[in-house]
């Protein structure tokens, strides 16, 4: 049988005290927790009374025992609520093999294939078993398989890649129920830097925790896990970013494991919490994770290079070797382990660290970890034998032990008490207008506290705008001014494409975050679309105002005020149809820079082919898809509707019909001599005032003649909606959070 962790009862100031609330006597922490295990809320309840204890501060600790338990028969059967069990877990990917120089340079004719592939091992006939208290541990140098192995069990691999089994209670689990009862803490912490802790906790407690929870017993949980984790004193504190002076490393590294465990998992995973951290801040999250464990849930956690302390804290530890076990149990075992291995500890050493080192030695002979590998083997098969010797009684099947980790008020995730099927659990805490609620109200705390950033937006908006205002001020009806008109459009309708290419490092800042979520069921994907899209609409309402205010009057702009409510709403629908296609492209590329120069590139691709440099009869045929497919034609062909829709408003009269040719300089006279001529030759009166080229005409010289002006802009509308759609696709089939 494998190491069993003893607690002993701790003191007020770990807040873990296991004493009996009516008779003040300490209990064994170990039997407290395999009979009848307290989830982490009722011992945090038992905070107050820890504290009001007679102990003194400086009263001796007794130390975070291992009994190791590898060779005798406990007399007391353990009772394990739930059990996590992985078998000859295999797991390989295949990798392009490197071409060599002297492939190139051979002498000989023959070929290298460079596109050859082959099987690369990461995970090699893993198996093991985790229990409900305690912390387990996966050790070994980097690439040794630490994180793969996490992944593993948190079904982070695709089932088709992954060989082997995982279970939970003899029972194999599925993916929507591990989801549900489990919680994965990545390696980077993934936090909004503007929120506070206090309410990075709280908005993490309104995706996970159930609607019927009300929202006192919501802050109270909130206010226990402060406490818990020891935020207390930056609960107050904003997470901070590299320009925003926030918490420290640890106390990020605390609130990452919180925003994960505020449904009390049964099952919690994590990638290396200590990275990154000093000796104490990683002691620290470590003893967090041990009150977790010791709540009633399974830890299993990836680490690097664990302290002493650290060890002490740590009941079953995994050591990896290029996907290999080289170990397996109970760090008190490590001494008789390497002893009979025959490379004795010292006593003075710390274990890992001399475990570690002798690994990386044999890794580096001709044979590697080969004969650690085969000798745990051989210690595993003699543990087997000696735990097959001990009966004890049956288990608890997977449904009765969730069933009695519910009844006893641990939160898995919106679970109703009377849950016990795995099908009965909901997929998801909250219905859909609640997530939608709740997504919006974090984004719009997030973004009010950088107005800097709105800011800049409105003064690039702004300053174009009053550019163009005084560039193309009071534009007269001459065939000049026609043509300024068709210039400005151009420009205006291009500049409110280019402006919202702010939004591609929004998404790509939240990616990560986003795939945390949604890879275990914080919310729908539908619902973060929707909320980004309605907290989107009013700024795009205020820019277009702004824009519209600032140039339609100046600029001379023909339709009065409907005129310009027509040409507010085009630039809104130009705005909202950009921004949904920024969103877009920001859901496929994963790089700023790079989602940059897509967007310049498309957006200077469809300001070509939206008919102002060409127009659309002058168009090659093989280019006129591109033509219709261009979101700057819409909205410029409607505002241009929008002002020349007028038949009788005239733009070339008479003698102006020779401006912007050579007769343009000729006198006024000799231009009316021309005109009786021509008048003549064509049969028709063309005086100085005659009206030769209306709205109509400019219209029709552009190829505006197949869509009204309310078509363009409804279009427009519903490009914005397309690119919303394709965006939700992307996140759908694009952020899958798993390994294939």
């Known amino acids: 049988m494998s190491a069993i962790p003893t607690t002993a009862p701790k003191m007020a100031d770990d807040k873990l005290s296991l004493l009996d609330t009516n008779t003040m006597n300490p209990k064994p922490a170990r039997s407290s927790k395999l009979h009848n295990s307290p989830t982490l809320g009722e011992l945090l309840k038992r905070v107050e009374d820890a504290q009001s204890d007679t102990s003194g501060p400086n009263s001796p600790r007794p130390p975070h025992r291992v009994l190791d338990l590898t060779y005798a028969c406990s007399s007391v059967p353990p009772s394990y609520p739930f059990v996590l069990s992985f078998n000859n877990l295999t797991y390989s990917v295949k990798v392009r093999q490197k071409m060599s120089l002297s492939s190139c340079f051979s002498k000989n004719n023959t070929t290298f294939d460079n596109s050859t592939l082959i099987s690369k091992v990461l995970l090699n006939d893993i198996s093991g078993e985790a229990r409900e208290g305690e912390i387990m541990a996966v050790l070994g140098a980097s690439g040794s398989g630490k994180s793969t192995l996490i992944d593993a069990l948190a079904d982070r691999i695709s089932k088709e890649s992954l060989k082997g089994s995982v279970t939970l209670n003899g029972e194999v689990l599925e993916s929507r129920l591990l989801k549900v009862i489990s919680a994965y803490v990545m390696q980077d912490d993934l936090l909004f830097p503007m929120l506070t802790v206090e309410e990075t906790l709280m908005f993490s407690a309104e995706f996970r925790l159930p609607r019927s929870l009300s929202r006192s017993k919501k802050k109270a949980r909130v206010q226990a896990l402060i406490d818990q984790l020891g935020l207390r004193n930056a609960a107050k504190t904003v997470i901070g970013d590299e320009g925003h002076r926030g918490v420290s490393g640890g106390e990020r590294r605390r609130v990452?494991?919180?925003?994960?465990?505020?449904?009390?998992?049964?099952?919690?995973?994590?990638?290396?919490?200590?990275?990154?951290?000093?000796?104490?801040?990683?002691?620290?999250?470590?003893?967090?994770?041990?009150?977790?464990?010791?709540?009633?849930?399974?830890?299993?956690?990836?680490?690097?290079?664990?302290?002493?302390?650290?060890?002490?804290?740590?009941?079953?530890?995994?050591?990896?070797?290029?996907?290999?076990?080289?170990?397996?149990?109970?760090?008190?075992?490590?001494?008789?382990?390497?002893?009979?291995?025959?490379?004795?500890?010292?006593?003075?050493?710390?274990?890992?660290?001399?475990?570690?080192?002798?690994?990386?030695?044999?890794?580096?002979?001709?044979?590697?970890?080969?004969?650690?590998?085969?000798?745990?083997?051989?210690?595993?098969?003699?543990?087997?034998?000696?735990?097959?010797?001990?009966?004890?009684?049956?288990?608890?099947?997977?449904?009765?032990?969730?069933?009695?980790?519910?009844?006893?008020?641990?939160?898995?995730?919106?679970?109703?008490?009377?849950?016990?099927?795995?099908?009965?659990?909901?997929?998801?805490?909250?219905?859909?207008?609640?997530?939608?609620?709740?997504?919006?109200?974090?984004?719009?705390?997030?973004?009010?506290?950088?107005?800097?950033?709105?800011?800049?937006?409105?003064?690039?908006?702004?300053?174009?705008?009053?550019?163009?205002?005084?560039?193309?001020?009071?534009?007269?009806?001459?065939?000049?001014?026609?043509?300024?008109?068709?210039?400005?459009?151009?420009?205006?309708?291009?500049?409110?494409?280019?402006?919202?290419?702010?939004?591609?490092?929004?998404?790509?800042?939240?990616?990560?975050?986003?795939?945390?979520?949604?890879?275990?069921?914080?919310?729908?994907?539908?619902?973060?679309?929707?909320?980004?899209?309605?907290?989107?609409?009013?700024?795009?309402?205020?820019?277009?105002?702004?824009?519209?205010?600032?140039?339609?009057?100046?600029?001379?702009?023909?339709?009065?005020?409907?005129?310009?409510?027509?040409?507010?709403?085009?630039?809104?629908?130009?705005?909202?149809?950009?921004?949904?296609?920024?969103?877009?492209?920001?859901?496929?590329?994963?790089?700023?820079?790079?989602?940059?120069?897509?967007?310049?590139?498309?957006?200077?691709?469809?300001?070509?082919?939206?008919?102002?440099?060409i127009s659309r009869d002058r168009i090659p045929p093989y280019w006129l898809w591109f033509h219709y497919l261009s979101l700057v034609k819409y909205p410029y062909e409607g505002v241009l509707q929008n002002e020349f829709d007028d038949p009788v408003k005239c733009f070339v009269r008479g003698v102006q019909l020779f401006d912007n040719t050579p007769l343009g300089m000729v006198p006024n006279s000799l231009k009316v001599d021309l005109l009786k001529s021509m008048s003549k030759t064509l049969g028709m009166n063309i005086t100085s005032t005659t009206c030769v080229t209306t709205g109509l005409d400019i219209l029709k010289q552009q190829g505006i003649t197949d869509i009204s002006k309310w078509g363009c802009v409804w279009i427009t509308v519903a490009w914005g909606f397309f690119f919303r759609i394709m965006f939700y696709v992307t996140l759908l089939f694009g952020s899958k959070n798993k390994r294939s």
């Open 256 to 613: 990452s494991i919180g925003i994960d465990i505020i449904h009390d998992p049964i099952v919690l995973f994590l990638d290396e919490p200590t990275s990154g951290l000093d000796s104490t801040s990683a002691f620290m999250v470590v003893k967090v994770l041990q009150r977790i464990a010791q709540s009633g849930s399974i830890v299993i956690m990836s680490i690097h290079q664990p302290s002493y302390r650290i060890l002490s804290l740590l009941d079953r530890l995994i050591f990896l070797s290029h996907g290999q076990t080289v170990y397996s149990g109970s760090p008190t075992s490590l001494p008789r382990f390497f002893a009979e291995f025959g490379h004795p500890i010292p006593e003075k050493d710390n274990r890992t660290e001399f475990a570690l080192d002798l690994i990386r030695e044999l890794e580096e002979d001709p044979e590697g970890t080969k004969s650690l590998v085969e000798f745990n083997k051989t210690w595993q098969a003699k543990k087997t034998e000696r735990n097959n010797n001990c009966h004890y009684g049956p288990k608890l099947s997977l449904k009765d032990a969730i069933s009695a980790s519910i009844s006893r008020g641990k939160l898995v995730s919106g679970a109703p008490n009377n849950s016990t099927l795995a099908s009965s659990v909901p997929t998801f805490a909250n219905p859909f207008w609640i997530e939608i609620m709740v997504v919006a109200k974090r984004s719009l705390t997030n973004s009010s506290r950088m107005p800097e950033l709105f800011g800049i937006r409105l003064g690039a908006v702004l300053v174009t705008g009053i550019i163009l205002a005084t560039m193309f001020w009071q534009l007269d009806n001459s065939p000049r001014g026609a043509q300024e008109r068709l210039g400005f459009f151009a420009f205006a309708m291009s500049t409110t494409f280019y402006t919202c290419a702010e939004a591609i490092p929004v998404f790509l800042q939240e990616r990560y975050i986003f795939m945390r979520e949604t890879a275990y069921n914080a919310y729908r994907r539908s619902s973060y679309v929707l909320a980004h899209s309605l907290i989107s609409i009013p700024s795009l309402i205020f820019l277009s105002f702004t824009f519209a205010a600032t140039t339609f009057w100046a600029v001379g702009l023909a339709g009065g005020l409907q005129g310009f409510f027509f040409f507010l709403f085009t630039i809104f629908a130009a705005f909202w149809a950009g921004s949904s296609f920024v969103t877009f492209l920001s859901g496929v590329v994963s790089h700023v820079m790079l989602g940059y120069t897509v967007v310049v590139a498309i957006l200077a691709y469809f300001l070509l082919f939206s008919g102002f440099f």
